[in-house]
C-alpha cells in the first residue's frame, strides 16, 4: 500500500495571542448572561458570514444563521417552531403556504421585517442561486398586507416547509435590492435580524466576532459576545483546559477520554455518513459486478471500530437506522465475505498469482487508487489495508478538498472516499445521488432511479414518500456507485460556561453541528 499526501495549500495552526476566556465562579455556570463565549474552529475561516459570501460548508451557513432569521427554525428536539413568522398555513393541494410575521421583529438597523421583504427574499434567491437552498419550486411571494405573506409553489414541494422555510435566510429589501451582486457585500453592510451582529472578521486569522443584538424578538441573548478562533484541536484542548477558549466546536473521536477528565463532552450520532464513492463512468468500476465485489470485501465493522473506536454505527442504507425515513436494511446485501468477494472477481476475469495478488486477463495486476481528504486518511489506510487481502494493489493519495472535489467531478479517479449529511429532507438524496454537485454520485444511467427520486420530492403524503424511497434506496443498492460504510459520532466539549446540545436530525437544511442559535440565546 503506498500512501502519498497532496495538498494545494500547507496549512499550518499559527500561533494565536487569545485573551484568557473570563474564569468561571461555580455558581457563573448557571447565571443568566455569558459576556464572552470563544469558540475553536480548527477550519478557521468559513467566509464572510452573509447568505451569498459565506463559504459553502455548513459552519459558513451556520454562522450566516446567527446574523440572519429565516421564517422557522428548529428547536433543542428538533421541532420546528416559529421564528420571523409566528404562524403558517399549507393550503389543501399543497401548492401554496401563508405566513403570518412577527410584528416585533426588526433589522439590524431598527427598521421593520415585513412581508414585502420576504417576497423579496424569494425573487431573489431565484435570481442568485445559493449552494443549498434552491428556490426553483417556488412560483412567487404575494405580500398580503397586514404581515401577511403567501408563498405559490409551481407544483407540490415537500421540502417547502421544513427545509426552505426552516433554513432561507430572510433578506432585508433595503439592503439587498442595491445590490447587483451580492457576492460583494462587506461586512458593514451585513444588515439581519438574527440575534447577533457581524462586528468581526479576520479571514486570514480565521477569526470571527458576533455582538448581542439587543432588541431581538425573542429577547437579549444571553451569549453577550460570539467568538470564533482558529485553532487545531490538540491545541484547542490545552487552551480549553487553561481557560483560553470555552468550547471545541469539533472534536476528534481519539481526544475524547483526555477532553472527558475536565470538560463537559457531548456526543451524537453525526448523520453524515461516509461512504466509498466509485468511478462508475469508466472501467473498471463501470461494471457494478465489480463495485458488488469490492463492497462484500470490507468489512464495515472492523473499520468503524478500528478507525472511530466504535463510536457510530455501520449505515443500513443512506439513513441513520432511526430515521423515519429508513425502513429497510438495502445495505444487508454486502455482508463481509472475503471469498464471495474473490469468487466474484473470478468470474470477471480476474486470477490470482502465488502472492494472492489479482490479475487481469491482460496480465495487468489490479491496480487502484484510493483518494481521501486528510481527515480521513486513518479510514483511507484501514480500508487498503481491507482491499489489499482480496488481492488489490491500492495507492492512497490523500489531498485537500478543493482537489478532491475537483477530481471526483472531472471523473479523474478511481475510488474515493466522501460525506455528505443525510439528515434533513430527503430532498438532499435527489442531489447527492443524481446530482452534479461536488461530491455527488453522479449516477443517472437508471432512469427508474431518477424518476422515484423525482416524484418523492414532489410527493405530500409521508408513506407514500417513504415507499418511494425505499424503492429507491433497493435500485441505488444494487447499482452500488458508492457504497455507505458508517456514520460517525461527532463530539464537542466546553467548559462550565454552557452546556451545548446538538438538534436531533439537525437543523435549517439537516446541518448537525453543536451551533444552534437557541444555545446562545436561551
Known amino acids: 500500500m503506498i500512501i502519498r499526501h497532496v495538498f494545494s495549500v500547507l496549512c499550518l495552526t499559527a500561533s494565536l495571542v487569545l485573551p484568557p476566556a473570563q474564569a468561571q465562579s461555580p455558581s457563573a455556570s448557571t447565571s443568566r448572561h455569558i459576556e464572552r463565549l470563544t469558540i475553536a474552529d480548527e477550519q478557521g475561516d468559513h467566509g464572510l458570514p452573509s447568505p451569498f459570501t459565506h463559504a459553502a460548508d455548513g459552519v459558513g451557513f451556520v454562522l450566516t444563521t446567527l446574523a440572519f432569521d429565516s421564517l422557522l427554525w428548529r428547536d433543542r428536539t428538533g421541532k420546528l417552531i416559529p421564528a420571523l413568522a409566528v404562524e403558517w398555513k399549507e393550503s389543501t393541494d399543497h401548492r401554496a403556504v401563508e405566513f403570518v410575521l412577527r410584528p416585533e421583529s426588526r433589522w439590524h438597523d431598527g427598521k421593520p421585517v415585513t412581508a414585502a421583504d420576504v417576497a423579496f427574499t424569494f425573487d431573489y434567491f431565484r435570481r442568485h442561486p445559493h449552494p443549498f437552498l434552491d428556490v426553483g419550486a417556488v412560483a412567487g411571494a404575494d405580500d398580503l398586507g397586514d404581515g401577511r405573506v403567501r408563498v405559490r409553489l409551481k407544483r407540490v414541494y415537500a421540502p417547502f416547509v421544513p427545509q426552505l422555510a426552516g433554513a432561507l435566510p430572510i433578506l432585508p429589501r433595503h439592503v439587498f435590492d442595491r445590490l447587483d451582486d451580492p457576492r ?8 439581519g435580524s438574527g440575534p447577533y451582529r457581524v462586528t468581526g472578521y479576520d479571514k486570514a486569522g480565521g477569526r470571527y466576532r458576533f455582538s448581542a443584538n439587543d432588541d431581538y424578538y425573542l429577547g437579549r441573548p444571553r451569549v453577550r459576545e460570539l467568538v470564533f478562533v482558529r485553532m487545531e484541536p490538540a491545541l484547542a484542548l490545552g487552551a ?4 483560553e477558549v470555552d468550547m471545541i ?3 476528534p473521536l481519539p481526544l475524547l477520554p483526555e477532553a472527558e477528565r475536565f470538560a463537559t463532552v457531548v456526543k451524537a450520532q453525526s448523520g453524515h455518513p461516509i461512504r466509498l464513492r466509485f468511478n462508475h463512468a469508466r472501467p473498471p468500476f463501470d461494471d457494478k459486478r465489480l463495485r458488488q465485489a469490492f463492497a462484500h470485501a470490507i468489512d464495515r465493522d472492523e473499520l468503524l471500530r478500528v478507525v472511530e473506536g466504535g463510536l457510530g454505527e455501520v449505515s443500513a442504507g443512506r439513513f441513520l437506522r432511526n430515521s423515519p425515513w ?9 455482508a463481509f465475505d472475503l471469498s464471495a468477494a474473490r469468487r466474484a472477481l473470478e468470474e470477471h476475469g480476474f486470477a490470482a498469482d502465488a502472492q494472492g495478488r489479482l490479475h487481469g486477463r491482460n496480465g495487468k495486476p489490479l491496480t487502484v487508487e484510493l483518494a481521501a481528504a486528510r481527515n480521513h486518511a ?6 487498503a489495508g481491507q482491499l489489499e487481502k482480496l488481492g488489490v494493489a491500492v495507492e492512497v493519495r490523500i489531498v485537500d478538498g478543493g482537489i478532491l472535489a475537483a477530481r471526483i467531478g472531472s471523473d479523474d ?5 466522501v460525506t455528505q449529511g443525510s439528515n434533513g429532507d430527503p430532498e ?3 442531489r447527492q445521488m443524481v446530482g452534479t454537485a461536488p461530491f455527488s454520485d453522479a449516477f443517472r444511467r437508471r432512469e427508474d432511479l431518477v424518476d422515484l427520486l423525482a416524484r418523492q420530492v414532489a410527493t405530500a403524503d409521508t408513506d407514500e414518500r417513504r415507499d418511494l424511497l425505499d424503492r429507491a434506496q433497493a435500485i441505488y443498492a444494487d447499482e452500488l456507485p458508492a457504497f455507505y460504510l458508517y456514520s460517525p459520532l461527532w463530539a464537542t466539549a466546553a467548559n462550565s460556561k454552557l452546556r451545548p446540545w446538538f438538534t436531533p436530525g439537525g437543523f435549517a437544511f439537516g446541518i448537525p453541528l453543536p451551533l444552534n ?3 446562545f440565546v436561551q
Do not use: H, N, W
Open 184 to 191: 460583494r457585500l462587506r461586512m458593514a453592510e451585513i444588515v
Open 240 to 243: 480549553l483546559k487553561r481557560g
Open 249 to 251: 466546536r469539533s472534536l
Open 326 to 334: 429508513q425502513t429497510g436494511t438495502p445495505l444487508a446485501a454486502y
Open 378 to 383: 486513518r479510514l483511507a489506510s484501514a480500508l
Open 413 to 417: 479517479f478511481d475510488l474515493a472516499l
Open 428 to 430: 438532499s438524496m435527489t
Open 517 to 519: 442559535k437557541l444555545m
